[in-house]
């Protein structure tokens, strides 16, 4: 059975709200660079050297990484001869089934956020000014408090004027409380509080907001090190994890943000928002295999239940839904 075939019945037939999120997102996506693969396939009659060629060239405008590219083109001839595939069209499957094997393979970190069965669990988001850090955390609010957990946010973006409220909005939007001194305040300072009124309401999860610029890279970076440190300190084991957020949009860009953070703190995962905002979606798979970071979500839009945790499968589905949707197997 083909891969697509595999992801029709998975999918198509099902109204999982998730995959359509998914689908919704990707759009730009899908109609850039589906369509020149579509296109490419239609022009060759045989899978050969150029028609590999022209996919490569595809793969990386699509942002899926230079090293990526090459790892995945590798593994399709190899199967395309194992298969004897001639029709370059039944290659598109071939390359659907690759991209979730190459995420996969490589996935030795585990996709899913590390939340504690017993006790507080604390996220630390981190990454630079407008990527999205505190409209995650109001959408993750939004869906940890449907779940029935107690949640809690610490502003403790105190350098960005306006920060504080930004946060403060969508606690009351989702109807959380928010933890916070004054603007200019020691950050650090506002997580001993956040970590304290946690433990005292028994809060089960604590989301901590960071800032995204400060006068200078170095301070930055101290500060997100101090403020680890006080939350190290006060609770055993955490933070639980720390999401870096990358816009998905600033592609080559994001990798760069990515690599500084990695060598400055211990980064467990990415969030990569924006993902419906750019055509290069292929992103998410560069990130996963040259940092070896896993993306633990994925923003496909601006609405609260837009943040959906990452899955390869879906993803793919999404980048190929119009080509598996009408296909006739
Ligand atoms: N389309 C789209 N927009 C998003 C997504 N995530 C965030 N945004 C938008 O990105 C903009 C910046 O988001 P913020 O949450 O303020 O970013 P930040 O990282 O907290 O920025 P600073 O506080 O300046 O460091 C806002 O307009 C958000 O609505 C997404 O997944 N899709
Ligand atoms: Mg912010």
């Known amino acids: 059975m083909s891969f697509f075939k595999k992801l029709k019945d998975k999918f198509t037939k099902s109204t999982d709200s998730v995959t359509e999120k998914f689908k919704q997102g990707l759009t730009k996506t899908r109609d850039n660079f589906t369509s020149k693969v579509n296109d490419l396939v239609a022009r060759y009659r045989k899978v050969d050297e150029d028609f590999f060629e022209e996919l490569e060239e595809i793969l990386i405008q699509a942002d899926v990484g230079f090293n990526t590219v090459m790892e995945l083109v590798e593994e399709l001839k190899m199967e395309v001869k194992k298969k004897n595939i001639q029709d370059p069209a039944e290659v598109q499957s071939v390359i659907s089934e690759k991209l979730v094997e190459i995420y996969e393979g490589n996935n030795e970190a585990p996709n899913t956020i590390n939340i504690q069965a017993n006790g507080l669990t604390v996220i630390l988001f981190v990454g630079v000014n407008g990527v999205g850090k505190t409209t995650t955390i109001g959408k993750l609010a939004h869906k940890y408090k ?173 980048l190929f839904s119009n080509v598996i949707e009408q296909s006739q197997e």
């Open 146 to 318: 449907n779940e029935d957990k107690k949640v809690l946010l610490a502003a403790g973006d105190t350098f960005r004027a306006g920060a504080i409220d930004q946060l403060e909005v969508w606690g009351n939007r989702v109807g959380v409380d928010v933890i916070k001194q004054g603007e200019g305040s020691d950050p650090a300072a506002v997580m001993y509080d956040a970590i304290q009124a946690a433990k005292a309401r028994k809060a089960d999860i604590l989301l901590c907001d960071t800032a995204g610029r400060l006068q200078n890279k170095v301070n930055l970076m101290n500060e997100l090190e101090k403020v680890k440190r006080v939350i190290e300190r006060e609770i055993p084991g955490a933070p639980h994890e720390v999401l870096l957020v990358l816009d998905a949009t600033t592609g080559q860009n994001a990798m760069v943000q990515a690599k500084t953070f990695k060598e400055a703190t211990n980064v467990s995962g990415i969030v990569l928002t924006k993902l419906d905002g750019t055509a290069k979606g292929g992103i998410v798979l560069a990130i996963r295999n040259e940092l070896q970071i896993p993306v633990k979500f994925v923003g496909l839009g601006e609405k609260m239940d837009d943040l959906q945790e990452f899955d390869a499968e879906k993803y793919v589905y999404g």
